[in-house]
């Protein structure tokens, strides 16, 4: 059962002949760089040599806090973006109170979509998931929480397209950056 447990580890399956999966090429190595500074850590892919594990750590101490600073700075981008839109608007139309809340519920609106109710659409077709699932997979990515029981790309008997785990990965970055300004938000709302 171990060695079942290696092989599967390694990348082996009983589906196929393949030792991959896509899993230590580029996008499968960058997909594994953005799980681990995200923390999202989703267990299906690890180091398995006493280096690479050295590594992971060094990488992971550097990485997790460049991650947060450049998640805010991705958060703050989206912020001012939504101000300017919103002072734009008070300017032409003369709003004062509406057009930050227009602008703040647009947004809300465009990240619910980007992040969390077209993205299950994408999982559908590429995993063969439900919508159900795809969203569910969306929202425990985003969120961190990370269970591992839904990862993309990892499914022998599909075919990804090279540019899947990559944009998928940017999705992540972005999708966290959203994620936490709806919190602070819904933070600020509660306080």
Known sequence: LQGIIKAYKSGITLQGNTTSLGRWDYSGSFFFSISAITTIGYGNLSPSTAVGR??????????IPLNLVLLNEIGQLM?????HCARHLEEVF????????????CA?????L??????????????GWSYEEGFYYSFITLSTIGFGD???GMNPD????????????LW??????????????CINLLE
Not at 108 to 112: D, H, N, Y
């Open 94 to 105: 003369h709003w004062q109170n509406k057009a930050s809340f227009l602008m703040k519920t």
């Open 158 to 169: 599909r075919t990804y397209p090279s540019w899947y785990k990559n944009v998928i990965s």
């Open 79 to 83: 912020l001012l973006g939504v101000q």
């Open 108 to 112: 809300l609106v465009i990240g619910l």
């Open 114 to 127: 980007l992040f969390l109710l077209l993205p299950p659409l994408l999982f559908s077709d590429k995993e």
């Open 54 to 63: 050295i590594f992971c750590i060094v990488f992971a101490l550097f990485g």
């Open 150 to 152: 839904y990862v993309i």
């Open 172 to 185: 992540i970055l972005f999708g966290m950056a959203w994620l936490a300004l709806v919190i602070k938000f």
